[in-house]
């Protein structure tokens, strides 16, 4: 039972354009989502987060929307640099747990 | 700015043989997370430790026990390894239980079952 999901495998994108992935959730109790970048060979780095008491959280080039109604996040980075290619996880934390679920991750290349 | 280390970063061990996993959180994190990501998926928590007790528990079987130790590193001690343990192994770390604080994560430590 696949709580998050990243339902693009990959994603391509064209240097300083905009980079749009997202993410579907279906526990009404998480209370709190994050995006990781993962390089290879190396551990998940934190990008930017958003409480499930905000709609939208931006940080530089990253900006993050959440929408609960839809249960439906989704992260824009602008404009895409490339170094940005890597794969994307979202993530999300059930209220008063810790752990947190991941979903698939999504490859986003940047090409120039 | 200091990082999550682990140790080791690769380990080879055979079937029903034991193993060792550390784990040194960023400076001042008292709460420390291990994860198991098998080949082509994604990572799956397995227990938390926050000030030095187990704080929650996920699909961590009964061969593998974990700590936290009083200068907050934690060792994840796996026994009776099996083939399917074969997996890279976070640990994450952050400040604060149960606060909206990012998990960050270390580079973990890649295991493998002959």
């Known amino acids: 039972d696949q709580q998050v999901k990243q339902n693009s495998p990959s994603l391509s994108v064209q240097e300083g354009r905009i980079s749009i992935l997202n993410c579907d959730y279906t526990?009404?109790?998480?209370?709190?989502f994050l995006w990781y970048k993962k390089y290879p060979a190396e551990g998940p780095t934190f990008l930017i987060s958003?409480?499930?008491?905000?709609d939208k959280n931006e940080d530089g080039r990253f900006t993050v929307f959440l929408n609960k109604s839809a249960k439906h996040l989704s992260l824009h980075i602008v404009p895409s640099q490339p170094g940005d290619s890597a794969v994307y996880f979202c993530?999300?934390?059930?209220?008063?747990?810790?752990?947190?679920?991941f979903g698939q991750g999504t490859r986003l290349t940047i090409n120039p | 700015a200091a990082g999550v280390i682990q140790s080791p970063r690769h380990l080879i061990k055979e079937k029903r043989e034991t193993a060792t996993l550390k784990c040194y959180p960023i400076p001042r994190h008292d709460t420390v997370y291990w994860y198991q990501q098998g080949p082509g998926q994604d990572p799956q928590f397995l227990i938390s430790?926050?000030?030095?007790?187990?704080?929650d528990k996920g699909s961590i079987p009964d061969r593998f026990s974990a700590q936290q130790f009083s200068d907050y590193h934690s060792e994840l001690n796996m026994s009776s390894l099996e083939l399917g343990d074969s997996a890279l192994y976070f640990c994450?770390?952050?400040?604060?239980?149960?606060?909206?604080?990012?998990?960050?994560f270390g580079d973990g430590t890649r295991l493998s079952i002959l």
């Open positions: 958003i409480s499930s008491i905000k």
């Open positions: 994450a770390s952050s400040a604060g239980g149960r606060g909206n604080q990012p998990q960050h």
């Open positions: 993530a999300a934390r059930i209220q008063g747990a810790q752990k947190l679920v």
């Open positions: 526990n009404s109790m998480f209370d709190y």
């Open positions: 430790f926050y000030e030095k007790m187990q704080s």
